[in-house]
């Protein structure tokens, strides 16, 4: 399977615990995208690396989050002392800009749903 | 604010007709716009892309127009099937990089 894999898929942790999620894009891939989605709703944007540097994060990230992309190929994204309201799932997706072409199809992995009790 | 809404929430049809999705957007300087279907509990599934310079694309019983001039795209499903039941996300790119998804339009098609 060649498309953006993610792991965990599900993650169940006590509130104030640190927890770290992977994602894996498709290899030629050099964007690459964190969002997170509550229920009911879309997904919403939180960071996005080209290659190994992180260009934007949105306002949702606090300092409990970070993510790395640390040789520009696999991603992490850490929560630190979770909270109830991190409960979510996490989605990462990956692209290939086209320069000078409105193309950057995103495509996107199965997400890691988190649970915090 | 750049904003993507989707209209109606909620969508049941019978099987066998056709049927359309709504998506409007905020701001015409669109780069690109694809509309994704989820499925409960799942990841998204890319279903089609518009350009900013295309007016429509078309996959199979799917087929996707835009009108960046009225900030609209419609997602239209000919001869609907049971299998076709997920979330409906349109998505907009007011740039090269992130994405503003709209909220979904959960989609039901009674057998």
């Known amino acids: 399977d060649t498309g953006v894999s993610q792991d965990p898929r599900h993650k169940i942790t006590k509130r104030g615990q640190n927890v770290t999620f992977r994602c894996d894009p498709i290899?030629?891939?050099?964007?690459l995208y964190w969002y997170r989605q509550t229920l009911g709703q879309g997904p919403e944007f939180l960071t996005y690396f080209q290659n190994e540097a992180q260009l934007e994060k949105s306002r949702l990230l606090s300092d409990r989050f970070s993510a790395e992309r640390p040789k520009g190929s696999f991603s992490t994204l850490e929560i630190q002392r979770t909270e109830q309201g991190d409960s979510a799932m996490y989605l990462c997706a990956s692209s290939l800009p086209i320069s000078g072409r409105s193309y950057n199809e995103q495509f996107f992995g199965p997400g890691t749903r988190l649970t915090v009790l | 604010k750049q904003e993507v809404t989707q209209i109606p929430a909620a969508l049941s049809v019978p099987e066998g007709e056709n049927l359309v999705l709504n998506c409007s957007f905020t701001d015409s300087a669109i780069y690109n716009l694809q509309w994704f279907r989820q499925d409960p509990g799942k990841g998204l599934t890319s279903l089609l892309l518009i350009q900013s310079s295309q007016r429509e694309q078309t996959s199979g019983r799917l087929n996707a127009s835009l009108d960046k001039s009225s900030g609209r795209s419609t997602l239209y499903i000919a001869a609907s099937q049971p299998g076709d039941s997920a979330t409906y996300l349109c998505a907009v790119s007011f740039r090269d990089d992130k994405i503003i998804f709209g909220k979904g339009t959960r989609l039901h098609i009674l057998p």
């Open positions: 290899s030629e891939h050099n964007r």
